[in-house]
């Protein structure tokens, strides 16, 4: 955690938000283990007085919504002291109740469909779409993370397939309902320079603009040496956009900051 609080000083941040993959019911390499939030806390607190002078820091967690049972709105994650929440679809279950993870590679994902949804993509990215809807209406959180980047993969499986009508349908009635609930939403740039995309990508940011749905622009680095990575180039492309303001988290307020 130090590394980045130390990255983010030397990259001129003046605020940085820390958030890890909340944990889940089961272990996985890529969440916390429930056993150690109190320690992820504790350090975070450590290094909030100890950075003071030089940057403001946050303390969030990455929530996913699996089930009715785990999801970013339950008792146990409204009572940890977190500044802020992110909402997250990773997972989905299979038509046989198995647990499968859609942020993985293209490789992976096509054999995922092929094999877990009987060659069935578009019942895989309806269960996608599911979950994200019920990840919404669940609420709890500040802001919808990498909103639709199963497009990504999807594209790579089945080009074409996030063109056609049902697709954009699903995708337009998802963020209809973020906006109802008066969520705002992440431009995930973790992708950019290897991938040349956003989550949500470009294409889909004419929707977000009609809905006047705040945006937050995040790295989603998952290494000290990223968490700038890909930002300006977001910045920028909003600013082309017609976009004005993102979020900022300042003085433990959510404010709209000018793009400049
Ligand atoms: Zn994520």
Request: proline share 5%; charged share 25%; glycine share 6%.
């Amino acid at each position: 955690m130090e590394e980045f609080v130390e990255a983010a000083v030397r990259q001129g941040f003046t605020a940085y938000g820390i958030s890890s993959h909340a944990p889940l019911p089961f272990s996985t390499f890529w969440t916390l283990n429930r056993t150690k939030v109190p320690a992820y806390l504790a350090e975070f607190r450590r290094l909030k007085k100890k950075y003071k002078e030089e940057i403001e820091l946050y303390v969030g967690m990455e929530i996913d919504y699996l089930n009715p049972e785990q999801h970013p709105a339950t008792d146990y994650f409204q009572h940890l002291p977190l500044d802020y929440r992110i909402g997250s679809v990773h997972l989905i279950y299979t038509p046989a109740g198995q647990i499968i993870d859609t942020d993985t590679s293209p490789e992976n994902f096509r054999k995922l469909w092929k094999e877990k949804f009987q060659g069935d993509l578009r019942r895989l990215l309806e269960t996608y779409f599911e979950a994200s809807m019920r990840l919404v209406e669940a609420g709890g959180f500040d802001f919808v993370g990498h909103a639709n980047k199963i497009f990504y993969n999807a594209e790579q499986s089945c080009p074409g397939i996030t063109e056609e009508d049902w697709y954009k349908k699903k995708l337009s009635d998802f963020f209809v309902f973020v906006a109802e609930k008066g969520l705002m939403v992440e431009i995930n740039t973790k992708a950019y320079i290897q991938k040349g995309c956003f989550f949500p990508s470009i294409r889909d940011w004419k929707i977000l603009q009609e809905l006047q749905i705040p945006l937050v622009v995040n790295s989603d680095a998952h290494r000290p040496e990223l968490i700038h990575a890909g930002r300006a180039e977001a910045l920028q492309q909003l600013k082309e956009k017609g976009f004005k303001t993102v979020m900022e988290l300042r003085e433990g307020k959510w404010q709209e900051m000018p793009i400049v």
